[in-house]
């Protein structure tokens, strides 16, 4: 190996995270985390962090919020557009992968360990089946993965962008609010930092009453300290609707290699969320829901996983095992 070193990035509509990768072992370190609004470019981020690291770079993975298909990258939950030829022109690299970054958030999964994931509920992995990974966080992501004799191969889509189904009669109602504000309703109106705040201006307005104008982390720490009624019950329909998007990942594609949850939303109240509704609403699934009940749903504690991932799709990419570290 050439370089020790690689350049690996996990890039948000928020926020982008770089740091390195050592290519023979697959171990991060050096990351540092900066607000994509304080940057014109991804360029102007990168070359930033390269001017304060020592190592030679040479090989990069970047793993991008928004989909990713030819030369030309423009990012759905912001303001950034290039084009990767471009891009690595100027950077001076040898390699240099784009990915969605669920695809590298599913590419984690194989170098993960038990300390970085918490169980939920009942079912244990079955080796070679598919895996599902999903995870809100400014948008809602969604991967699969695939392990094809000794390489993973990651099947990135856009299926935060599907539509959302409700599965009660309340639900029903928060359903016909949201149509209000948005006329055709994604899954990701729900099941982001902002489709909590969606959740309760709905649940509020659905009742006949106007909302506060409460962010994301106020609804959290009000639900989370039992202080406001209506932001613990957007919270627990928040929890509710993760399991119901799980549970119709898992029947997609017979996932009985595991269901597994990433994004910075759900870390943020994990006793919480544990305690919720999440598995019944992943099992609740009528005729099928035996099918789901043998299928198990981790929760990913790994700070990191897209970075981890993206180091992971870098190292496959040239060749090199990923075995775990």
Sequence with gaps: MPY???LIGDIGGTNARLALCELATGKVSHARTYACAEYPSLESV???YIGESEAEIKQACIAIACPVQGDWISMTN????FSVGTLQSNLGLETFKVINDFTAVSMAIPVLSESDVVKIGPGTAVQGKPIAIYGAGTGLGVAHLLQAGNEWLSLPGEGGHVDFAPGSQEEDR???ELRKAFGRVSAERCLSGQGIVNLYHSLVRADGREPE???PKDIVENALEDSQADCKKALELFCVLMGRFAGNLALNMG????VYIAG???PRFVEFFL???FRAAFEDKGRFNTYLQDIPVFLITHKEPGLLGAGAYLRQSLGLSLSHQ
Excluded: K, P
């Design 264 to 266: 910075g939303v759900v």
């Design 275 to 277: 305690n919720s509704g």
């Design 46 to 48: 990168i070359q930033h």
């Design 4 to 6: 020790q070193f690689a």
């Design 78 to 81: 912001h303001s950034w557009q």
């Design 174 to 176: 928060i359903l016909a």
């Design 255 to 258: 996932t009985f290699g595991g």
């Design 213 to 215: 104008a409460y962010e």
